[in-house]
């Protein structure tokens, strides 16, 4: 007795159509012979399940099965349902359309039309400055824009496209190759799914024309090297008519003469007297956007030693908040000296208690001396 289509699924017999879809994609997937090679009872299984989704996916034969059972289909009522027969071809593309789709094309009944116009991107430098601040920049792009005189059609006035008489306005056409139904963009429409009988004279039939393009970019304050910025719509146009793609803004900011830049925080280097550093003293330090900032330092200030100025570093992109400066400030030691500021150094010098005036050169040089006498030893 021939096993009952229903159970060859493993669906019930109120199944409905995306449930008997479904079932068979699975059970078609798993015993397809391309995946069991050589293995006859997956063969034999494969060509049960096809013969079930050929009845059960057709409204007509699936009535006919619930009332009369597999007689309806005897004496090869059934188009020859048990073998590979047409109905299995256009069955199992359906499978490889909805798991394939996206690599193939389109699925199928989709028309594909005129493609979409392509990205652009357009890279941008700007200052550090800028990017603390924020600017509006015009930029020229080059690129396609829709064609004036066909209004992006691609047709004369008064004429329009025509469907595609190949491919019968899909944009693709199918071929049989054993098993496998396989899907090539139409040769005539380009995949347009329409052909331009009588062209524009401006664009030649392609609904665009090359022109550059003026456009104004908000900058926000805040932006950082690869920051990106898109414009919709401000791509490249579409091919007759299709919807334009967009525009790209990548950033990249120039290194700056005295900042150096990490996430929000700002870092600043600046040289001091010796003088100051050993005496203490106040120092003015530039900060960005125009402001200056005044820096007190303590007598006996190091080489290295950092002072942080609090909410004067980048302002945070599209948030609240800013970052801070850090003024790292580097111990100058005196060149060109003349006669008399040798000799005041070199009183400073005998005058001096050295454990107290350079306490960590002291330190270091009794350290260095105890390692010598270590090995000596």
Known sequence: MAKDYYERLGVSRDANLDDVKKAFRKLAMQYHPD???????AEQR???????YAVL???????????????????????????????????????????FGEFMGQRRGQRRGPQRGADLRYNLEISLEEAFAGKKVRIRVPTSIACETCRGSGAKAGAKPESCGTCGGAGKVRAQQGFFTIERTCP????????????????????RVQKEKHLSVDIPAGVESGTRIRLADEGEAGARGAPPGDLYIFLTVTPHPLFKREALNLYCRVPIPMTTAALGG??????????????????????????????KGMPALRQSGQGDLYIEVKVETPVNLTKRQRELLEEFQNAGNRSTTSPEAEGFFSKMKEFWQDLKE
């Open 282 to 311: 106040t120092i003015e330090v530039p900060a960005l956007g125009g402001s200056r900032a005044r820096v007190t330092v303590p007598a006996g200030t190091q080489s290295g030693h950092q002072f942080r100025l609090r909410g």
């Open 57 to 99: 996916s057709d409204k007509e034969k699936r009535a006919q099965y619930d009332q009369v059972g597999h007689a309806a289909f005897e004496a090869g009522a059934a188009g020859g349902m048990g073998g590979f027969s047409g109905d299995f071809r256009s069955s199992f593309a359906d499978v490889f359309d909805d798991l």
């Open 46 to 52: 494969f060509k049960e399940i096809n013969e079930a």
């Open 188 to 207: 005539t429409c380009q995949g347009a799914g329409e052909i331009i009988v009588n062209p524009c004279e401006t664009c030649r039939g392609q609904g």
């Open 35 to 41: 995946r069991n090679p050589g293995d006859k009872q």
